[in-house]
């Protein structure tokens, strides 16, 4: 069964901390995503990534980086924690054959910044 | 940017219940997506659906691109169809990148 792991399901870190969120996926996707998830809003995406070593910039990159030094691994780096990055982040990682586009989510990361 | 509203927001059934929900979208798409978000937050990618009707058990979905809307549609609903309903469209280029409406909740009562 095809997996999207992500290193941690609950963290709490403070205000200033660097902090780092890791999604591991054993599909050989091209592609990963980081979104994060609040209440009322949907997902929003903050980050992909197409290669390794590519990266674009999502609708809320700001407070944010990523990384990805190997394919399988996608990385999203909180440079200076803040209250308002307290939420539900979501790792993924999709496909594009001919059958369209594939899937496969992570299950979620929720930080609590304090 | 593309945007995606999903209705209703909430919607509560009793089990057996058949359900309609609706995604519309400003603009053309080349991917569409529904996922459902179960109780526990891991979101499950239920279809690919950029045009046409497709079918998988109880669900279906169908999209009429023309007219920027998608349909999904739940039968003889089940207790373990709850969750959080999700649209997504991606817009021209292979990136993957989704755009996601903001869901609908829906409820099944036993």
């Known amino acids: 069964d095809v997996k999207v792991t992500q290193s941690s399901r609950y963290l709490v870190k403070r205000t200033g901390e660097k902090v780092f969120l890791e999604c591991v996926q054993d599909?050989?996707?091209?592609?990963m995503f980081w979104y994060r998830q609040d209440p009322g809003l949907g997902l929003r995406l903050i980050y992909f990534?197409?290669?390794?070593?590519?990266?674009e910039k999502g609708d809320i990159p700001e407070g944010y980086s990523v990384s990805r030094e190997k394919k399988e691994r996608f990385s999203l780096i909180l440079e200076s924690a803040s209250t308002n990055q307290t939420s539900m982040y979501l790792c993924?990682?999709?496909?594009?054959?001919?059958?369209?586009?594939?899937?496969?989510f992570g299950s979620g990361t929720r930080l609590t910044v304090v | 940017g593309i945007q995606v509203e999903q209705s209703p927001p909430d919607l509560i059934l009793q089990e057996g219940a058949n359900s309609t929900l609706r995604c519309n979208f400003s603009d053309s798409v080349n991917n569409l997506q529904w996922f459902h978000q179960n109780p526990w937050g891991q979101l499950i990618n239920l279809f690919y659906?950029?045009?046409g009707t497709k079918q998988n058990g109880r669900l279906s979905a169908t999209t009429v691109a023309t007219e920027r809307y998608s349909l999904l549609y739940i039968s003889s609903s089940q207790t373990t169809d709850s969750g959080v309903y999700f649209c997504a469209v991606g817009g021209s280029g292979n990136t993957g990148k989704l755009i996601f409406g903001q869901g609908t909740t829906l409820q099944v009562k036993p």
């Open positions: 599909m050989d996707h091209e592609n």
């Open positions: 659906i950029p045009s």
């Open positions: 990534s197409y290669d390794v070593k590519m990266k």
């Open positions: 993924a990682s999709s496909f594009v054959d001919r059958g369209g586009y594939g899937y496969t």
